[in-house]
């Protein structure tokens, strides 16, 4: 079980905005920046959020991210096939002493 | 082109050690902080643990702490790590990854190495 809670699959048609969400704690989300990755199975993750560092290369804005208390949430807005992966969000734990990972959202574009 | 490239793929039997190397290329080694996350067939990512290339005890999560070494060489830009007492609950793709500051997002990864362990 994953210290970090997300939603196993998501779904949307091309064009639509979609929103993944990512629940924590206090000594994770509540206190550092969230980080969010894609994951195409066969390759490797790819960094997609920048806050707290400058916009990964090669990231469109259609993805941004958002943070409220001890949950963070990624948007993809203007959905398109190739948007298509894993999304994972990932964040600093003070009472782990180390990165924690959620268990990973399944996104299918229809 | 600043790159992690890690050692091929790995079949092991039950209670085998394995090393699992990575090299940096095209960045300056002793920047960046160099992360290993794992990937079981059909679960999410793992984060393991954190090595600064600089120097410094390695922190490793706490599942792992007593099977893992990890070790740098600064004039080849590589670091490697070594897992002891394999189970088949170690199968997996293993990531090196690499952030600028420990609190940073992981911006490069290497390929993937994948790990077999099977009587």
């Known amino acids: 079980q994953s210290v970090l809670t997300q939603p196993p699959s998501a779904s949307g048609t091309p064009g639509q905005t979609v929103t993944i969400s990512c629940s924590g704690r206090s000594s994770n989300i509540g206190s550092y920046y969230v980080k969010w990755y894609q994951h195409v199975p066969g390759t490797a993750p790819k960094l997609l959020t920048y806050r707290n560092n400058p916009r990964p290369s090669g990231v469109p804005d259609r993805f941004s991210e958002s943070k409220s208390g001890t949950s963070a949430s990624l948007a993809i807005s203007g959905l398109q096939s190739e948007d298509e992966a894993d999304y994972y969000c990932a964040v600093w734990d003070d009472r782990l002493n180390g990165w924690v990972f959620g268990g990973g959202t399944k996104l299918t574009v229809l | 082109q600043e790159q992690l490239v890690q050692s091929g793929p790995e079949v092991k039997n039950p209670g085998a050690s394995v090393k699992v190397s990575c090299k940096a290329s095209?960045?300056?080694?002793?920047?960046?902080?160099i992360h290993w996350v794992r990937q079981a067939p059909g679960q999410g990512l793992e984060w393991m643990g954190i090595?600064?290339?600089?120097?410094?005890?390695?922190n490793f999560a706490q599942k792992f702490q007593d099977r893992v070494t990890v070790t740098r060489d600064t004039s080849t830009g590589t670091v490697h790590m070594d897992m002891r007492s394999l189970t088949f609950e170690d199968t997996a793709i293993y990531y090196c990854?690499?952030?600028?500051?420990?609190?940073?997002?992981?911006?490069?990864w290497g390929q993937g190495t994948v790990l077999t362990v099977s009587s």
């Open positions: 990854a690499r952030s600028h500051g420990d609190l940073d997002g992981f911006d490069i």
């Open positions: 095209g960045y300056s080694f002793t920047k960046y902080y």
């Open positions: 090595i600064n290339p600089r120097g410094g005890s390695p």
